[in-house]
């Protein structure tokens, strides 16, 4: 099966513009969770969608937001870009989103906010 | 609320020596939990994982790890370092049961360095 992918691998973008990433998960995973990820913070879950609903929502404010399509391919959109939102983007799979079920990553996209 | 505490946020060793990677969680019941690494410019890849029944768990790549519930900890092992071994290692948990969905907490991760 092919891995989760992400795109884009790498985008640069200046303050106060908005941000679509793309997650498409491994075939027949429905669940699909986006993380931050930066040096200061660390690893950071921003939220989870299972057939095109939002089941769980980490502290992020409003300026983040997903979506989830019938294909179970997911985005996320960040408005209003702050420098602060400069850090990896990282989407997981799993097959049900359930708390022992493996969440398998993808390679993530890197933005920089300038 | 559940956290994840991974002890020392550099390790290094000579290859060949033993890999201890720390991993201490903090939850009135035990959770789900994860060893992942990641290496520069990729994704997270899964070790292992405890859910249950077992509480010596062994991964990919020579690791393994002990759930010990009174000393509310998940560390990591590997007996011969290997110089492919270093990367960032992430300690995880998620909660059993409720609505967390989709969730894991991740402890802050440890650099592991392997000498020749």
Known sequence: KAGVTQTPRYLIKTRGQQVTLSCSPISGHRSVSWYQQTPGQGLQFLFEYFSETQRNKGNFPGRFSGRQFSNSRSEMNVSTLELGDSALYLCASSPQGQGADTQYFGPGTRLTVL | ?116
């Not at chain 2, 959770?31 to 029944?53: I, R």
């Open chain 2, 1 to 116: 609320a559940q956290s994840v505490t991974q002890l020392g946020s550099h390790v290094s060793v000579s290859e060949g020596a033993l890999v201890l990677l720390r991993c201490n969680y903090s939850s009135s019941v035990p959770p789900y939990l994860f060893w992942y690494v990641q290496y520069p410019n990729q994704g997270l890849q899964l070790l292992l994982k405890y859910t249950s029944a077992a509480t010596l768990v062994k991964g990919i790549n020579g690791f393994e790890a002990e759930f010990k519930k009174s000393e509310t900890s998940f560390h990591l092992t590997k007996p011969s370092a290997h110089m492919s071994d270093a990367a960032e290692y992430f300690c995880a948990v998620s909660k059993r049961g409720g609505t967390s969905y989709g969730k894991l907490t991740f402890g802050q991760g440890t650099i592991l360095t392997v000498h020749p």
